[in-house]
Every structure is written in C-alpha cells, then in structure tokens.
C-alpha cells in the first residue's frame, strides 16, 4: 500500500507513463517495471513513488510516478541499468511518457 | 491537496483519463474540466477523487481519479449534466479514458 500525496503545485514531477501492449505481453512487461524498480529504480536519487495499474482487457499498463525533479527523471532515463529496462520495453510496448504538473485535486468530502 | 491512498487491490476503479489537444484549449479544457468536477461530479455517488495534471507544452490533460466501483463511473457518464460535459470536451480534445485496478506500489524508503 502506498499513500501518496497528490498536491497542486507541489514542488516534485509527476511521471505518467503508458504501455499498450497486447494481453500476451501484458504480465512479461508488468514483471520486467516491478522487478527494476524494486531492484534499482526505487534507490535512484530523487524516487519518491512509483504505482503501476493495468486494465482487465491485458492491453494497458500505466505506472504513475513521483519524481523530486525532472532532472532526477531525466537522470535516471540516462542511468545505465534503467535504460536497459526501458529498452527491452520497447520492444514489448508503446512507450508513451510524459512529465506533469498538479493543477488542482478533488476529494469526495 | 489531496492524500490519495493507492493500494494494490484496492476494492476501487481508478479511472486514467488523457486528454490531448493544443495548447490553445488546454487553459479552456481545464476550466470545463474544474468546473464539472467541483459543481457536480464530486457529488456523484461513488466518487472518492479527482487529480488533475497537465503539461507544460500545452498538449495534455490527466485526470487521476477512483470510484468506488466500474459501475458508479458508468452511471456518471450516463449522468445527464456529465454527459453534456464530456460531449463538449470531445470537441476540444482526443478523450483517452480506461479503467485500471492497482497491481503494486513503491515507496521511497
């Protein structure tokens, strides 16, 4: 379990990060993000979260993620380990990442 | 701010809405998308949250949102006033919405 704190104009990069794949890759790729991130990912400077989901239809794969800075985003794209991960994903899915900021958040009072 | 709690199999739909469009409507996209959410959706049975994000090159939208269960986000968009929001959304952006469930989290330790 994770609580993560979605907060407007918090001073950290939100990663959201899309795999669409096919139902056979689904669970192989969904391996290949947990396995790096536990291993490697979660210990580069500057992770705060990482929350991966996928739909029932075994065709998505989103990880919402919390950086401390883009920069440690982009630091870790150029680490070694990570872009041997991220290649290797490549080849299973489309790789549709982008950087956000929190405009505003609603929570059911 | 919102403390958002994402918990693998969690008894909640997360629903991962991407809208795509120009940097023109974004600004106007964003203010249907508050507004909507503030004055009605949130009141919706069902509705835990909404997050929304955007990008700085004007392009995208995210809205991070959980409903209790896939059937109280069905009986939103079939929700009149909703409808009519989403239909005019749908003028202005490329509407990307699926629903997920949580398969892991990671924490900064």
Not at 47 to 61: E, L, P, Q, V, W
Not at 68 to 83: E, G, R, W, Y
């Amino acid at each position: 379990m994770a609580v993560v704190t979605i907060e407007a104009g918090a001073p950290c990069a939100t990663l959201i990060n899309t795999f669409t794949t096919t139902p056979e890759n689904q669970q192989h790729i969904l391996d290949i993000l947990l396995e790096a991130t536990e291993k490697h990912i979660a210990q580069l400077p500057g992770f705060i979260c990482a929350n991966f989901h996928k739909t029932s239809d075994g065709t998505r794969i989103v990880n919402y993620a919390q950086w401390k800075t883009k920069q440690d985003h982009l630091n870790m794209l150029s680490d070694p380990v990570a872009a041997r991960h991220i290649s290797e994903l490549r080849q299973l899915a489309a790789v549709d990442a982008h950087i956000y900021e929190v405009v505003r958040t609603f929570a059911a009072t």
